[in-house]
Structure formats: structure tokens, C-alpha cells
């Protein structure tokens, strides 16, 4: 869905001028009606907001009534309408979204309609960026560039552009972003399609502004507004995006007047055309402009209807909003209220962590985002810490200048208690990361021991080899895993620790404790999650590979691991061992998978990787920490 609200609705008008809805208004109604009467019903009333579980009901049904036809196009359609009543009514899971768009598209490929097979690539390029499945929404979003090039579709090939700008975006990828988006612009305005133009400036603005180069995304925002004035007059939403991420802007470059201006004309652009109860939101961002001129009573106003009117409609998991009012509460001293806020917050942000590790889990993917996640709520912590230590020097230089009258003394008093609730607030909030890594660990246990299981069961040598390299890759993360929540820091490994653990469970796997030694040799180094994670998926490869290898017919040896910092840019990782080396004509054995791992892993720390046979096989890394972290 590429347009706006306002444009969508009118073009539902258009298509079903004569249409009546009173033809349906309850299920029951479907049996004397045709499916694609249904259908005209769905398409004309998705956009309504109203009537939501007679909706559903209507169109489950007529999906029903459409399978049982197995014309394709017919049940592609319905999936498609589904899908854009759940989007537009917002009230629901990103994943029902998507569901019903990846079914859609399974059947317009059945209908080997290749204009509809590319929209609708495209459209789910968009349900994957809302539900935060951005490799995929990058996988789809190149099928239907490919598709609209092959069909010379220069209007489809344009949005396709804009979206691909709106996913670099989201991931903060603003060059990449501002590469595709002015990619898109010209073949937009080429096939006249004003409206996308006009909504492919709020990707400059914003990637502009979060560069700091505030002059292109004040100019981006103009041409924005003047599109929409002399080419889309009808675009009556642009101008209300168009003025609010022009403050964003403002807000960044702490020109704190203008920001103003322009979030007022946003909410008063968008009470004008739908009213002030569904605009209330737009009033948070009003708040955070006067709560950053100190201007605490008018913050007040504007956030507490803003954060009601997120509540009211169900949109929980907001974060900076609730951070907001919870700050203004304070400056005016209601710290009860203070608290009850910055409460809500953490709840979002644990929630919001929790959701995404649950999704990695069930991909079986470990992208290391916990780590991450980890980081940035521990530098939370440091930061209500040291913001705790400034008021209470304030309220002290206060005293020694004899200015601490009763009622100063009565705020105090409550600061001090507020700031134990948040500390132990943010004990717990600890204590739920490590569980958070207790159970990530042990569901990488479950994983091991279901390919465990699964390699006992296989006569194919080659095949049991292949899982039980698995099983000892899995086990590399959840030794990480499990060096996180026994340890104090969340956001670093100690390596020596890890690597014993690590040489112990792989020595373990192919039973040879009395035949292989692995020391190492290395100070205690701590690392973050990012850097480390590679790294013992490196060793663990070169662990096993020369166990298989290197110490034939039961040939005792020794394995020696190191790891340290040659300055404070880079890292140097050494693992020697005694056996045989490389034999010259001999073509290497295994599939190579590991080999490939190991040149990946290094290029993604920015590492140089050295082989060398004396006495054996020595193998250095030299990686560029900075890269790495």
C-alpha cells in the first residue's frame, strides 16, 4: 500500500460508485450473494474502520466460499483485501498482515500473473518492514524490481525504488537509502505519479536529517510540500507526514521554534480532515518540543493526551513517549506518576527485546542483536545512575550554600525513594536478561541434542560428520549464552574461560580427552558479544577440523589456543597444533563448508587469515577490532 489513507478511500469510492452495503451486513448474508459481489463488499469497506469482527467473519467465510472454486485470482484477491483491512485498521499483529499478503502471492503465481506476482512482491516488501523481517522484505523487494524490469513497468519499477529506499531506512542504512530513493524520484515524475514523488521526499528528509546535512532535508520537505500543492492536491495526509518529519529535523538541528511550527500544523492539518480524537498523537510530539523549551505545563497538556490516545488504540509499545511524560512529571515534581511512567517504558523496551529474541529462536538464527540489546540497556542504567549522582551534587551544593528550604528537603526526600524504585527497577529488569540468555541457552541445548539424536540415526558417514559439526556450532553460541547470564556483564565475554569450555565439549564430542591436549595460552580478554560470537564459531571449526585430520591411527598431539591484543586496533587469534600438516597432492577433505565459514566469519571482522605448516599446522588471525565491534 503506497498511498495515502485519503487516496486509498477515494479510490474504493471510484471503483464501487453504485455498490450498496447494505447487500451484506452479517455472514448469514453470503448465501444468496456471489463471491465476487463479496468481494466488491470487502474491497469497499476495508478502509472504513468500522465493524471489525463482522469483517472478519465476512471475509474468512468468503475465502472459504473462494477455495472451493480453485480459481486462483479469485483467492488471491481475498488475501489481498485481508490483508489491507488488518493493515489499515492497525489493531492487530504484523504477522496476520503478512500471513495473508504470503498467501496472496502464492496464488498470483499460480495465476502466472506477472504484473500482480510484483505488486504484490512489492506490497509484502512493506508487511515484512512492519513486522521487522527486513532480510526478507530486501529478498522480495529485488524479485519485483527483476519482474517490473523484465515487464518495463516504470511505474511499478519507481515504487519498487521508494520502498527499497523506506527498508535502507529502517535499517539505518541513510546512504543506501537516499541512493535508491533518488532513484526512484525521476521515474516516479517520469509516469507522473506526483503522489509517490511527494512521498518518497519524507525518505530524504528523514536520512538527510539523521546525517546532519539539515539543509537537504529542509529542501526535500519544500519540494514535498509544493508537489503536493500544485500536482496532488488531493494528498491531503502528505502535507500532515511532510510537516512532522520536518520537525524531526528541526528537533535534531535544536532549532526547537521551527519544530514547533511544524508539529502545530501537522496535528491541526490532520484534525481537519479526520478529526481531533484521531490525531491525538501527533500531540506527543508537541509535548517533547515544549518539554525540551522547559515549557513543563504545556508538555504536560499535549503528552498526556497523546500517550492516552496510543493506549486507546491499542499501539502499546511505545518507549520515547512514555520516557517523555515520565521526565515532565518530574521537572513538576509528581514523581509518583514519574515513576508509574518510566515503568511503562521498560516494560516496552523488555518486551520489545523479548519479542525479538523469540523471533531469532524460531528461525533458528542467532544474529547477536541480544548482545546489543543488552549494551544499550545497560548504558540506560549508567545513565539514570549518573543522573541520580547529578541531582543529589545539586541538591548538596544547594545545602552548603544555605538554600535548602523544608519543602526542598520534603522533594528530596521523595527523589531519593524514586530513585531506589528505578534502581530496583532496573535490578530486575537485569535479572530478566538473564533469563532471557538462560533460556536462549537452553533451547540451543534442545537444538544439539535434536541433531544428536538425528546423527545416531544415519549410516552416511559424510552425513553424521556434517551434523555433528552442527551440533558442535550450536554449542559455540550457547556456551555464549551461558557465560552471559552466570557472569556480572551482560554485554562482554571473558575468553580464556570460553575457550576452555569450548575445547572441553569438542574433545568431549569426538572422544579423544586421552589422545588430543588443547591448552591456551592467553591473559583473561574480555570482548563484546559481536566480536566474540565469530570468533568461537572460527575456533570451533578449526577445533574440530583438526581433530578429523591432523592426529591419524590414534596419534597423540597437543592443540594450542591464544588470543590477544597486539594494540588498540587490533586482535591476533593463533591455533597451532602437532600433527601431520598438510600432505602435498592430497586434495583436502570434507565439503568445504568449513572452509567457506571461516573466510566468511573472517571478512565480516575485517580479518587477515595466515596458514603455515611447521611442526604441524599454525593458523593466525589478525583482525581489526574497531571493523569488528
Same mark, same amino acid.
Not at 535479572?431 to 539424536?453: C, D, G, T, Y
Given at each position: 500500500?503506497?498511498?495515502?489513507?485519503?487516496?486509498?478511500?477515494?479510490?474504493?469510492?471510484?471503483?464501487?460508485?453504485?455498490?450498496?452495503?447494505?447487500?451484506?451486513?452479517?455472514?448469514?448474508?453470503?448465501?444468496?450473494?456471489?463471491?465476487?459481489?463479496?468481494?466488491?463488499?470487502?474491497?469497499?469497506?476495508?478502509?472504513?474502520?468500522?465493524?471489525?469482527?463482522?469483517?472478519?467473519?465476512?471475509?474468512?467465510?468468503?475465502?472459504?466460499?473462494?477455495?472451493?472454486?480453485?480459481?486462483?485470482?479469485?483467492?488471491?484477491?481475498?488475501?489481498?483485501?485481508?490483508?489491507?483491512?488488518?493493515?489499515?485498521?492497525?489493531?492487530?499483529?504484523?504477522?496476520?498482515?503478512?500471513?495473508?499478503?504470503? #498467501? *496472496?502471492?502464492?496464488? %498470483?503465481?499460480?495465476? &502466472? +500473473?506477472?504484473?500482480?506476482?510484483?505488486?504484490? /512482491? !512489492? =506490497? $509484502?516488501?512493506?508487511?515484512?518492514?512492519?513486522?521487522?523481517?527486513?532480510?526478507?522484505?530486501?529478498?522480495?523487494?529485488? #524479485? *519485483?524490481?527483476?519482474? %517490473?524490469?523484465?515487464? &518495463? +513497468?516504470?511505474?511499478?519499477?519507481?515504487?519498487? /525504488? !521508494? =520502498? $527499497?529506499?523506506?527498508?535502507?531506512?529502517?535499517?539505518?542504512?541513510?546512504?543506501?537509502?537516499?541512493?535508491?530513493?533518488? #532513484? *526512484?524520484?525521476?521515474?516516479?515524475?517520469?509516469? &507522473?505519479?506526483?503522489?509517490?514523488?511527494?512521498?518518497?521526499?519524507?525518505? $530524504?528528509?528523514?536520512?538527510?536529517?539523521?546525517?546532519?546535512?539539515?539543509?537537504?532535508?529542509?529542501?526535500?520537505?519544500?519540494?514535498?510540500?509544493?508537489?503536493?500543492?500544485?500536482?496532488?492536491?488531493?494528498?491531503?495526509?502528505?502535507?500532515?507526514?511532510?510537516?512532522?518529519?520536518?520537525?524531526?529535523?528541526?528537533?535534531?538541528?535544536?532549532?526547537?521554534?521551527?519544530?514547533?511550527?511544524?508539529?502545530?500544523?501537522?496535528?491541526?492539518?490532520?484534525?481537519?480532515?479526520?478529526?481531533?480524537?484521531?490525531?491525538?498523537?501527533?500531540?506527543?510530539?508537541?509535548?517533547?518540543?515544549?518539554?525540551?523549551?522547559?515549557?513543563?505545563?504545556?508538555?504536560?497538556?499535549?503528552?498526556?493526551?497523546?500517550?492516552?490516545?496510543?493506549?486507546?488504540?491499542?499501539?502499546?509499545?511505545?518507549?520515547?513517549?512514555?520516557?517523555?511524560?515520565?521526565?515532565?512529571?518530574?521537572?513538576?515534581?509528581?514523581?509518583?506518576?514519574?515513576?508509574?511512567?518510566?515503568?511503562?517504558?521498560?516494560?516496552?523496551?523488555?518486551?520489545?527485546?523479548?519479542?525479538?529474541?523469540?523471533?531469532?529462536?524460531?528461525?533458528?538464527?542467532?544474529?547477536?542483536?541480544?548482545?546489543?540489546?543488552?549494551?544499550?540497556?545497560?548504558?540506560?542504567?549508567?545513565?539514570?545512575?549518573?543522573?541520580?549522582?547529578?541531582?543529589?551534587?545539586?541538591?548538596?551544593?544547594?545545602?552548603?550554600?544555605?538554600?535548602?528550604?523544608?519543602?526542598?528537603?520534603?522533594?528530596?526526600?521523595?527523589?531519593?525513594?524514586?530513585?531506589?524504585?528505578?534502581?530496583?527497577?532496573?535490578?530486575?529488569?537485569?535479572?530478566?536478561?538473564?533469563?532471557?540468555?538462560?533460556?536462549?541457552?537452553?533451547?540451543?541445548?534442545?537444538?544439539?541434542?535434536?541433531?544428536?539424536?538425528?546423527?545416531?540415526?544415519?549410516?552416511?558417514?559424510?552425513?553424521?560428520?556434517?551434523?555433528?559439526?552442527?551440533?558442535?556450532?550450536?554449542?559455540?553460541?550457547?556456551?555464549?549464552?551461558?557465560?552471559?547470564?552466570?557472569?556480572?556483564?551482560?554485554?562482554?565475554?571473558?575468553?580464556?574461560?570460553?575457550?576452555?569450555?569450548?575445547?572441553?565439549?569438542?574433545?568431549?564430542?569426538?572422544?579423544?580427552?586421552?589422545?588430543?591436549?588443547?591448552?591456551?595460552?592467553?591473559?583473561?580478554?574480555?570482548?563484546?558479544?559481536?566480536?566474540?560470537?565469530?570468533?568461537?564459531?572460527?575456533?570451533?571449526?578449526?577445533?574440530?577440523?583438526?581433530?578429523?585430520?591432523?592426529?591419524?591411527?590414534?596419534?597423540?598431539?597437543?592443540?594450542?589456543?591464544?588470543?590477544?591484543?597486539?594494540?588498540?586496533?587490533?586482535?591476533?587469534?593463533?591455533?597451532?597444533?602437532?600433527?601431520?600438516?598438510?600432505?602435498?597432492?592430497?586434495?583436502?577433505?570434507?565439503?568445504?563448508?568449513?572452509?567457506?565459514?571461516?573466510?566468511?566469519?573472517?571478512?565480516?571482522?575485517?580479518?587477515?587469515?595466515?596458514?603455515?605448516?611447521?611442526?604441524?599446522?599454525?593458523?593466525?588471525?589478525?583482525?581489526?577490532?574497531?571493523?569488528?565491534?
Amino acid at each position: 500500500m503506497n498511498k495515502t489513507i485519503s487516496t486509498i478511500l477515494i479510490v474504493c469510492y471510484i471503483a464501487y460508485p453504485c455498490f450498496s452495503q447494505s447487500h451484506i451486513s452479517t455472514p448469514e448474508d453470503l448465501k444468496s450473494v456471489s463471491i465476487d459481489s463479496c468481494l466488491s463488499w470487502m474491497e469497499h469497506n476495508a478502509y472504513t474502520g468500522k465493524d471489525l469482527d463482522n469483517f472478519h467473519a465476512i471475509g474468512l467465510q468468503t475465502l472459504k466460499r473462494s477455495i472451493e472454486t480453485k480459481d486462483p485470482k479469485t483467492i488471491a484477491n481475498i488475501h489481498e483485501t485481508l490483508a489491507n483491512w488488518f493493515g489499515y485498521n492497525g489493531t492487530f499483529s504484523p504477522d496476520s498482515i503478512v500471513k495473508h499478503s504470503e #498467501k *496472496a502471492l502464492e496464488y %498470483y503465481i499460480q495465476s &502466472k +500473473d506477472k504484473t500482480k506476482i510484483a505488486d504484490t /512482491y !512489492r =506490497t $509484502l516488501s512493506i508487511d515484512y518492514i512492519n513486522a521487522q523481517k527486513l532480510d526478507k522484505a530486501q529478498d522480495v523487494l529485488f #524479485k *519485483a524490481i527483476a519482474i %517490473y524490469e523484465e515487464l &518495463k +513497468d516504470e511505474s511499478g519499477l519507481g515504487n519498487a /525504488y !521508494r =520502498t $527499497l529506499g523506506s527498508l535502507y531506512l529502517r535499517m539505518e542504512d541513510f546512504d543506501k537509502s537516499i541512493v535508491y530513493t533518488n #532513484k *526512484a524520484i525521476p521515474i516516479l515524475e517520469n509516469t &507522473k505519479n506526483y503522489a509517490s514523488v511527494a512521498i518518497a521526499q519524507f525518505n $530524504l528528509i528523514t536520512s538527510y536529517g539523521e546525517l546532519g546535512e539539515f539543509d537537504k532535508a529542509y529542501k526535500a520537505a519544500d519540494y514535498c510540500l509544493e508537489i503536493v500543492r500544485t500536482k496532488a492536491a488531493d494528498e491531503v495526509f502528505i502535507p500532515v507526514r511532510a510537516h512532522s518529519y520536518r520537525g524531526d529535523v528541526y528537533v535534531k538541528a535544536k532549532d526547537y521554534n521551527n519544530a514547533l511550527k511544524d508539529f502545530i500544523k501537522a496535528w491541526e492539518l490532520c484534525k481537519a480532515n479526520i478529526g481531533e480524537e484521531r490525531c491525538a498523537t501527533f500531540r506527543t510530539e508537541i509535548g517533547q518540543v515544549y518539554l525540551l523549551q522547559n515549557n513543563y505545563e504545556e508538555a504536560l497538556e499535549h503528552l498526556s493526551v497523546g500517550v492516552k490516545a496510543y493506549e486507546e488504540k491499542g499501539q502499546n509499545g511505545i518507549i520515547q513517549q512514555y520516557l517523555d511524560l515520565s521526565e515532565t512529571y518530574s521537572k513538576l515534581g509528581d514523581f509518583e506518576n514519574a515513576i508509574r511512567y518510566k515503568d511503562k517504558a521498560n516494560t516496552n523496551a523488555t518486551k520489545i527485546l523479548e519479542d525479538k529474541i523469540t523471533n531469532l529462536e524460531t528461525e533458528a538464527v542467532i544474529k547477536y542483536e541480544t548482545g546489543k540489546k543488552d549494551e544499550a540497556l545497560a548504558s540506560q542504567a549508567l545513565l539514570i545512575e549518573q543522573k541520580s549522582k547529578t541531582q543529589s551534587l545539586i541538591i548538596a551544593v544547594a545545602a552548603l550554600l544555605g538554600l535548602l528550604l523544608l519543602s526542598l528537603l520534603y522533594f528530596f526526600n521523595k527523589n531519593k525513594k524514586a530513585t531506589k524504585i528505578i534502581r530496583a527497577k532496573n535490578a530486575e529488569n537485569e535479572l530478566l536478561l538473564k533469563e532471557i540468555h538462560h533460556r536462549v541457552k537452553n533451547n540451543l541445548e534442545m537444538v544439539k541434542s535434536l541433531i544428536a539424536l538425528q546423527s545416531a540415526q544415519m549410516e552416511d558417514s559424510a552425513s553424521k560428520d556434517a551434523m555433528i559439526a552442527s551440533q558442535n556450532r550450536v554449542q559455540s553460541m550457547g556456551i555464549i549464552h551461558q557465560k552471559l547470564y552466570q557472569g556480572t556483564n551482560l554485554g562482554s565475554i571473558e575468553m580464556k574461560d570460553y575457550f576452555l569450555n569450548l575445547s572441553e565439549g569438542i574433545l568431549d564430542t569426538f572422544n579423544a580427552d586421552d589422545k588430543v591436549k588443547i591448552e591456551c595460552a592467553m591473559n583473561n580478554l574480555d570482548l563484546d558479544v559481536d566480536t566474540a560470537v565469530p570468533i568461537g564459531l572460527i575456533v570451533n571449526e578449526l577445533l574440530t577440523n583438526a581433530l578429523k585430520y591432523a592426529f591419524p591411527k590414534d596419534k597423540k598431539g597437543l592443540i594450542s589456543i591464544s588470543l590477544e591484543k597486539t594494540n588498540d586496533h587490533h586482535l591476533l587469534l593463533k591455533v597451532a597444533d602437532n600433527g601431520i600438516g598438510k600432505v602435498k597432492g592430497l586434495l583436502p577433505k570434507g565439503t568445504g563448508f568449513g572452509t567457506q565459514l571461516v573466510n566468511l566469519l573472517t571478512q565480516q571482522l575485517n580479518g587477515k587469515m595466515t596458514e603455515f605448516t611447521k611442526n604441524g599446522t599454525i593458523i593466525e588471525f589478525d583482525f581489526l577490532t574497531d571493523t569488528a565491534a
